[in-house]
């Protein structure tokens, strides 16, 4: 019989990362969970078992993630799913946010999977296997939200570094892809989920009026299923070449789309500019 695959999945105590560990332990997967407490996703899931950890981890602090992954491998003896899911909405201008905002958000959205990522490597490296997803969002495609500007930008590291990450590994037989979600029913927009700025500033009435549609409108409201979100990351990790960009959700397609065909206008647009710098 084929051994049980294991997961490690980050920011796993709701949203995303609730659907898709209870899907994987329905499907006979083992799974590692991490979550900044563990009290409430024990109390969603049970105790540490042996197709189960719970592990409680601050993904900022490298120590504790090195600590995460050695207990994950004492527990399990290997992983074979990396899939970095943890990280928060920030909503607010680029001038209205103070740099501890943002240097906040890109701690949690970019160096948490980072160091996810630099621990993880040296197992799946010498097992020479291994997938690894790195849960990005369209606004890591597209950045023409208003009042979105931080969250974006970590969400464009993510993209490229995942570009980056999935060249390094592939002659390890390791997998690395971004994946761009459109809006997906949970409660990524709730309350003490999202951030909104400290310090608003009245007159970027776009961003206003960004914020108040997504904490009141968008939110409960969102075309996505995350079930079928999950079964997809399933699928995709049976691939034998998974792709590098993987978009979901038909929201998150248009945006691609439209952020394809005005990227193309603007490169020929202005293509005598641009090629005419050579000697």
């Given at each position: 019989m084929e051994t049980r695959k294991v997961w490690l999945v980050t920011g796993a105590s709701k949203g995303l990362g609730l659907t898709l560990i209870k899907k994987l332990l329905q499907e006979n997967y083992c799974v590692v969970a991490t979550t900044r407490s563990a009290k409430s996703l024990i109390e969603e899931i049970g105790n540490a078992s042996g197709v189960f950890l719970p592990i409680e981890v601050n993904l900022?602090?490298?120590s504790e993630v090195k600590a995460a992954v050695e207990k994950s491998m004492a527990h399990f003896g290997k992983i074979d799913v990396v899939v970095n899911n943890a990280g928060y909405g920030q909503i607010g201008t680029l001038e209205e946010l103070s740099d501890e905002e943002a240097r906040t958000n890109f701690d949690v959205n970019v160096f948490g999977s980072l160091n996810v990522i630099r621990n993880v490597m040296p197992y799946l490296r010498k097992q020479k296997s291994g997938t690894i997803f790195n849960i990005s969002s369209v606004g890591g495609l597209f950045g023409g939200f208003s009042?979105?500007?931080?969250y974006c930008a970590t969400k464009f590291a993510v993209a490229g570094f995942t570009e980056a990450l999935a060249e390094e590994v592939k002659a390890f037989g390791v997998s690395?892809?971004?994946v761009y979600p459109g809006y997906f029913r949970t409660d990524f927009l709730a309350n003490g989920s999202v951030k909104i700025p400290n310090?608003?500033?009245e007159e970027y009435e776009d961003a206003r009026q960004s914020e108040t549609a997504h904490l009141n409108s968008i939110n409960g409201n969102q075309p996505n299923d995350p079930e079928k979100a999950a079964d997809v990351l399933i699928a995709i990790s049976k691939e034998d070449t998974p792709p590098v960009h993987l978009v979901l959700g038909s929201d998150a397609y248009d945006m691609?789309?439209?952020?394809?065909?005005l990227l193309n206008k603007d490169i020929e647009q202005w293509k005598s500019y641009t090629l005419s710098t050579g000697f």
């Open positions: 900022t602090d490298n009042g979105f500007g931080i690395a892809t971004v310090l608003a500033i691609a789309k439209n952020k394809a065909d």
